[in-house]
């Protein structure tokens, strides 16, 4: 038997969550919240979570729920790439950044300057320098760096 719950009493509930400044633990968690919204989820709401995810820098259960948003289909908007990309250069996991990025370009999706500055950034830490030119290569090429 499944338990639905009505949007109000899923707002109630993560209201209650976060005044009490407790945290839900899984993406389990988040996905039985989501459900009551709109039965399998949607795109604000998952969304929402992702970006909330790296800002308290679990970025590992924000990239989980980024890859299950895609897996199902619903196409991640760029606040919540950004994030995730955000959040794995912050932690020097530059192949899943990139990965988000390839996701992104096959979606349709175009990444913006946070996009590649996450990127480009890291890659100068790392000393990658082919990399990070053609990080600013793209950039260049899709007009939002203008070299003088």
Do not use: H
Not at 54 to 76: I, N
């Amino acid at each position: 038997m499944s338990m639905r719950l009505s949007s109000t009493a899923t707002l109630k509930t993560f209201r209650q969550i976060f005044r009490n400044g407790m945290s839900p633990p899984s993406v389990n968690i988040y996905n039985f919240r989501i459900r009551g919204f709109a039965g399998a989820g949607n795109f604000e709401s998952e969304s929402a979570l992702i970006v909330a995810r790296c800002k308290e820098k679990k970025v590992r259960e924000a990239f989980g729920l980024w890859k299950a948003m895609t897996d199902k289909g619903v196409e991640p908007n760029l606040v919540s790439s950004n994030a995730v990309i955000q959040g794995l250069c912050e932690e020097e996991r530059i192949e899943e950044a990139e990965e988000v990025v390839e996701e992104m370009n096959r979606k349709g999706l175009t990444p913006d300057e946070n996009t590649y500055m996450s990127l480009f950034q890291l890659l100068c830490d790392r000393c990658e320098a082919d990399k990070a030119y053609k990080v600013l290569s793209e950039m260049i090429v899709r007009g939002m760096l203008v070299i003088w």
